[in-house]
T-cell receptor
Framework: DVKVTQSSRYLVKRTGEKVFLECVQD?????MFWYRQDPGLGLRLIYF???????EKGDIPEGYSVSREKKERFSLILESASTNQTSMYLC??????????????FGQGTRLTVV | QQQVKQSPQSLIVQKGGISIINCAYE??????FPWYQQFPGKGPALLIA?????SEKKEGRFTISFNKSAKQFSLHIMDSQPGDSATYFC????????????FGTGTRLQVTL
């Protein structure tokens, strides 16, 4: 019954490394999101995509980029990881179709540590 | 710019008590207000949601109260149980746009025995 899958649960990377976080959804949703979760700050939107090859910046896009080459897959890229990017990263998807539930489905999260 | 403000940041309630979490929003274009529940090590999952055409929605022990004029909504957990201990996020969305969810900062609920 898995709907949104993130490729890694835990990652440890070195400062300056290029990091890829992968997310796949099997619900044919149009919209996919990357959030960052930090204590006391809630879920902050990094980037979202409403269609293949389309992307929009969220609230905290600096230091990140994204890629959506296929509808089911949305990748978050840290071009040069820094220690302040140590966090929990959550991927989510939601449909635009009004006949379906307006429920966002989340992956299990990737806890990234940059050392 | 925090479009959805949530309080309190943390809450401790005794078993059997009522847990209340409050949220306020600014954007009047929001038309769907879900609450998400997150257990440690898991992603958030939809708990209950409301649209602004009703003032209250109840599902089991969970109730959303909605005050459109005040632009506020709250989650009430009746007969709180230790299994309800989790982080709760309110959220808001304008379903007419690209379905971008805006979340509150979260409330960490602990229900004690």
């Amino acid at each position: 019954d898995v709907k949104v899958t993130q490729s890694s649960r835990y990652l440890v990377k070195r400062t300056g490394e290029k990091v890829f976080l992968e997310c796949v959804q099997d619900m044919d949703h149009e919209n996919m999101f990357w959030y960052r979760q930090d204590p006391g700050l809630g879920l902050r939107l990094i980037y979202f995509s409403y269609d293949v090859k389309m992307k929009e910046k969220g609230d905290i896009p600096e230091g990140y980029s994204v890629s959506r080459e296929k509808k089911e897959r949305f990748s978050l890229i840290l071009e040069s990881a820094s220690t302040n990017q140590t966090s929990m990263y959550l991927c989510a998807s939601i449909t635009d179709r009004p006949s379906l539930s307006t429920e966002a489905f989340f992956g299990q999260g990737t806890r990234l540590t940059v050392v | 710019q925090q479009q959805v403000k949530q309080s309190p940041q943390s809450l401790i309630v005794q078993k059997g008590g009522i847990s209340i979490i409050n949220c306020a929003y600014e954007n009047t274009a929001f038309d769907y207000f879900p609450w998400y529940q997150q257990f440690p090590g898991k992603g958030p999952a939809l708990l209950i949601a409301i649209r602004p055409d009703v003032s209250e929605k109840k599902e089991g022990r969970f109730t959303i109260s909605f005050n459109k004029s005040a632009k506020q909504f709250s989650l009430h957990i009746m007969d709180s149980q230790p299994g309800d201990s989790a982080t709760y996020f309110c959220a808001a969305i304008n379903t007419g746009t690209a379905s971008k969810l805006t979340f509150g900062t979260g409330t960490r609920l602990q229900v004690t025995l």
